[in-house]
């Protein structure tokens, strides 16, 4: 992947700073946030064909990876998701640590114990499921 994420793409300034804060310092400062932990996802543009980086929430299944593509809850799945469907391979930075990783959406029948698991550490996962008719889907990242 390239190595400006996000160049042709302006992010709230709250995320963007999150970001910088995580890049800058290693994740040192930006892997908690607001008591959770996070890591940053580098997806490829499905359309801009870019690098686009976000820091998500994240929880641990054996070495998987797990993120939820929830957007707060809107009617829409977020554009990260829609990238990932279009191009799986990801890279994820978890602290200083970066490697590839492929993603995939959680089976039917694995995804009520991963989203157990993630609504453990965001509770607000099942209010943004309450708040939208389409299933928030939870992805699976998966080292290769």
Known sequence: ???????????????????????????????IWNGVPTLLL???GRRS?????????????GTNYI?????????????????????????VQVKAEQFPARARTATPEERPRLWKLMTGIW???DEYQGRTSREIPVVVLERR
């Open 42 to 44: 580098t997806t490829t």
């Open 49 to 61: 064909h870019q690098p686009l980086q976000l820091p998500l929430i994240y929880g641990q299944d």
């Open 1 to 31: 992947m390239a190595d400006t994420p996000n160049a042709a793409r302006q992010l709230p300034d709250w995320i963007a700073d999150h970001l910088r804060r995580y890049i800058s310092t290693g994740g040192e400062d930006g892997h």
């Open 123 to 125: 509770p607000a996962y």
């Open 67 to 91: 993120v939820v593509a929830s957007r707060g809850g809107a009617a829409a799945n977020p554009a990260w998701y829609k990238n990932l469907l279009a191009t799986p391979d990801v890279d």
